[in-house]
């Protein structure tokens, strides 16, 4: 049962109240934990699939990311201990097949996937020399196993709620969270990277819009080995910067921007965020799965938000991680079809276990309607949008197995 | 700068949309991780405080708590293999006295208070059987420790916010609110476990209001050697329900409940909740820390919430673990104080990296008055209320260390 | 095939060339990886034939024993770090039992196996404290692992050998041998501890004679709690030092002895081996299986010596731990039955893979006969003692389970 | 004080009781826990040197190499997790300069050793997806690192020995010494590699003679991907057997020779040592430190051999380590330069604790001289060779820091 409802409050992006929004960018050690999280999750389900030709129950959504000891100096430095990344969680280990027990390499699957997190994630990590890698991984309780299984058969039907969980998801970004979101990408793409070589890719971004005045804050690790002395250091930061407050140009509109840069630093005592490797897990700060950015990429402590934490879920009926997943997608949807009429869209929905998946206990679509609309035709298909979302389960499920969706 | 917010929304608990609270127990594994984190917090600041006569930089805020293997049976049954639980962050462990090196026994200190909560939180876990407990935690990086150290002198003044961060608070609890926390805790209470000797201390409540019906969904472990056969199992679990309804019945006013207890059973397939020690740790639920309650011991999808994990940070200058707390402190206080004048509260602070902890960059206090109430002076008290709290840092402290106050 | 060799070389304990012996106590950290290891082949096999009804593969015959990190002090002290005991191997941990996977809890026997260890051995450790205990045992590759199970089969027949391996053995001990043996062993019994509570259990003890001149030095590490100045570990050490002569004195015969013990002390320095407990292990040395006592309880450098380690190896089949014993055994009972006709007698036996044990596929007794003796009756009879401990093999190997046999 | 011992005793060689002689290869789990020890031992003392101009002290002397589990079929097979290597033992890892704590990266440099072993080790190990490999070490405790620390000065003379040892060596090798010697270090070579790659590094040759009989039994780990059905099997292994009766031709003399290879195959039950790196320890078989071969490259069971682990101790002053390299280093001196006049040497040096590692407390050189020598002139040459040998510890020492010496 889907409800809407109509709200006349203030936008967001435009309300008296300070608007803060964070988002951790992707060598962040927590983002680090749930994008390998999510990259196991992927493999095992591939290793499943192709196998056995089904989805086996998984949860491999905690992770110890132990940081490592770093004595970094201008031009290089030592890495003292490495970072130490081990995935936790549980996985169908072995199958019985025909009355013989076939192994399934849960511990390589998961280490491989790990492995090439790192290496499309960070340019300066040496694999072998800064990082171990391994998986500890369990089976399954029998409760939760057991109504998984009763799942087993016909695969392509919706499957039943693992649990009563919670989804929410808003649209469209505010400001705020817009510039937020693609400093962030930005400064971690190929090109400024390129550019910038320097610039680590654990970087911090946070947004505080007060009125009409934003202050986006930034951390940025810079990379040791192409930051030669303190100027370079300037420079390096100066760039990052300015490449930052360009993103945020294109998406001020009417705000007022300014644009910090690792604030914490003290140049003359040569206390400044300075890294081997572009990451701040080289030396003290441990990363977890799930205490990072939400589904939808963004820290946003002034909207709803779950504590669901998406990475390392099973994509097969993992009812907290695939509502998170839906209720954002529903909300992008209506905002994209209906932009004239709906100005805010927040979604939340509630499951119900042992029910189909597309089939919530409840469900909630807060809009803002502009002025002058039809709220009842406006209503009516944002109501069609959420549920053609919720129907269309098996295409994030194949997403997900494909990673073509993110899910921090 | 301290704003107040006049709102005429419908209080949470009225509200037409459905209501989702959630609680998990002590003997949740991420409850377990909670606990332990700040207990291992507690444990390095007295020592530092002891014998340095100081505050000592470190954040401990992470773990890895690695769930068991276990063959349950009626009556008893087998613990294949341990539960792991590693303390994980970073902490001073060496301290340059007169130029001398004095070790300081962090992994000592943190096995310690790790073993002392599982002491206190289970019943039925043989620490030595059941448990394997390690600490691995290193020193800081420098940036943060640098200026973390500038802090050290003059501990008795209010130190300066490590970090640009966020506090959330609100009161009163919503009908639903109180019941899901009051269920949990006297399930967990001496007095029901000296009732109830199959309830294990793992128990995860979760209440939904949809108008005026709430559903209290709960799943309790059950210990497999005070249940013999199915029929004990079906008496203690129905023990549970009558116990979970009775408290909730104290609650309800005009609502009516249901109180569900381990849906998940298929008894007639053996499918239930059963475990040795208490808790699903022992098989297949790894725990960790900032995944469970929110510092005032509520996971409220439903409200604005942070993602700060409060639990293990230091309590000196941790900024989001100070006013996470702070602002339900607040809020609790005007509504305490304000009984009549205001019926809901919601306080939002936020830091400045930098600034003094009792001085945040931005304070919103959003109340919902009671109908003729003047609005000035009832806000001008709430100011007050906020700021005292804000000013009476040490007393926060001083309780923290103690271990007075709950952070989950 | 056992050949008969008469020697007319000058018995071990009367040669020129100086006698090196060793005994390793019960507390040093080699000795305690040993008991380890055995004490988990022992509870493995236990439980494999109250379960199973037969003797399952298994090698628990390495062991990672780590040291920790103490600060020991007069009275007292900290201990930094606690000790790490793992032990190694391979281990069947499940069956299948008509089709169902029936999981052995390898993990659980091993470690609480270790722990009576720690608990039967030590005086002033406390495990929940000082030690960390873990098993780290895998399944075993195909090619041995068939072999082993071939033998399944008919459990009271003799079992073939896994190996093409070799066991030696001699009797009786020197006098600097048997000093060496019973001074640790009285050192380390309860009697001599209540006496002397500051002595702990590691202790070494190595004996050098040269001609007539018997030189014991001993290292054994003290207990801080018991030792509140540098006066009383002076006396504690003049009371280990006395008991060992002591001991001598009813050995030593035509030798003179002399005892030193913690020669490496530098009082004045304070410089002493002072332990919290009684063990090395907490602070730095590590131990391993198979690099301390031999089967014999010595080590004896100036001998015929295998590298064998029994510890941990499964007493079923494993040729090594077998013949090791029973070389020992045969010597003893030949020099026991006859006492004055042989001087010293020295046992090399060596297995055929694939061959039932008690056929080696050659053995030599060496002996030095007394003067005027009939040699071949001595030589018939001492072949006879040696076949029949070999065809004994099912009381070994029943004693080795229950632990009546000591193998380091 | 170094004695001479005329011995009449017919040379191992050539004696009636069975020789028996094993040389575990470099693949072999013991044989690389040896050489991982020592590289760390020789990377740390490389580090040290470089940074502080001076020896500090460490002995990184024991090791958890875990086995890991493979599941190989012709033509390649399933790694199903991974091998684990660990250094354990202690090294200094901070040094206090002019007041300073300058961190040593201890961890890192042991990892780095062990991967540089690895590969060029094996040929067919992926270190990152076959192994992990990490340093667990702690600082040393007090009475030991006191005794090494008086010895810090004056690094270019003799230091003191660290304890009361024994070291023991002897030459020539006999015939079934050079085969078993030669057999492993052929088919161990590039050389045979390139011809067979099939052969895996993990090879253990066990030689038996017998009067003129001797027998070689080898086993070879075959690497999968190189047999993709049993006749390439059976012809690999009929290449190793055909290469290692080649290698014994060369030596034979008047003995008859049989070689066989992989002995526990049964091949029509598709029981072979077949794996997919080369080696056991991927699938059960752990190695460690010391349990292999002695520190002239054999276990000689027939021979009097110490128990000293030579790999891993500091090659500065662990006369146990030294004395064993010394003793065959001498011997080997003085059947080189007497060849005519000596049969076989054996030798054994005995330490003195506190004395000057060039002055041993006592040795003895057993020769067997050959007929018609002049023994006084003999024996006094190889006192003088022995003498040298001990005074020129600073090459010993050099060559073990530049591993141009092996130990094992």
Excluded at 180 to 193: A, C, G, I, P, Q
Excluded at 303 to 318: D, F, I, M
Aim: aromatic letters at 6%; glycine letters at 8%; one cysteine or more.
């Amino acid at each position: 049962m889907i409800h809407i409802t109509k709200s006349n409050r203030v936008p967001v992006g435009l309300a008296d109240f300070p608007e803060m929004v964070e988002r951790k960018g992707k060598g962040h050690p927590d983002s680090v934990a749930d994008e390998c999280a999510e990259a196991c999750s992927r493999a095992l389900t591939k290793y499943y699939i192709e196998n056995f030709d089904t989805y086996f129950h998984h949860n491999v959504d905690k992770a110890a990311y132990v940081a490592g000891q770093a004595a970094p100096e201008f031009g290089g430095g030592k890495i003292l201990q490495p970072q130490e990344f081990e995935i936790i969680g549980r996985a169908i280990d072995q199958a019985i097949v025909g009355g013989k027990l076939v192994p399934i390499p849960v511990r390589t699957i998961c280490r491989s996937a790990i492995q090439d997190v790192f290496k499309y994630t960070f340019r300066n990590i040496d694999l072998e020399k800064h990082v171990i890698i391994d998986a500890r991984t369990k089976s399954g309780s029998i409760d939760l196993t057991g109504l998984y299984n009763q799942e087993r058969n016909g695969q392509d039907h919706i499957p039943l709620a693992n649990d009563t969980s919670f989804g929410v998801g808003f649209a469209p970004f505010s400001s705020t969270d817009q510039m937020v979101y693609d400093v962030e990408t930005y400064l971690n793409s190929s090109k400024f990277k390129d550019l910038c070589p320097a610039s680590g890719e654990d970087i911090k971004v946070m947004g505080l819009r007060n009125g009409k005045d934003i202050e986006i804050t930034l951390c940025n690790a810079m990379v040791s080995k192409y930051v030669n002395d303190r100027s370079e250091y300037i420079n390096a930061v100066a760039q990052v910067q300015e490449a930052a407050l360009k993103v945020c140009d294109g998406l001020k509109e009417d705000h007022s921007v300014k644009v910090s840069v690792n604030t914490g630093d003290i140049i003359e005592k040569d206390i400044m965020f300075l890294t081997i490797t572009g990451t701040s897990a080289e030396a003290g700060d441990d990363g977890q799965v799930g205490r990072g950015n939400r589904a939808n990429g963004l820290i946003t402590p002034g909207r709803v938000q779950t504590l669901e934490a998406a990475a390392g879920k099973n994509s097969n009926n993992h009812i907290g991680k695939l509502y998170s997943l839906m209720s954002n997608r529903a909300a992008r949807s209506i905002i994209k079809e209906l932009k004239g009429d709906v100005v805010e869209c927040q979604i939340r929905i509630v499951s119900q276990i042992g029910h189909p998946i597309n089939q919530p206990w409840m469900g909630d679509i807060e809009l803002i309607p502009a002025a002058n609309v039809n709220f009842d035709v406006v209503s009516k298909r944002a109501k069609e949008i959420l549920q053609a979302e919720l129907d269309d389960y098996l295409t994030l499920r194949k997403e997900l197995a494909e990673g073509t969706v993110k899910v921090w």
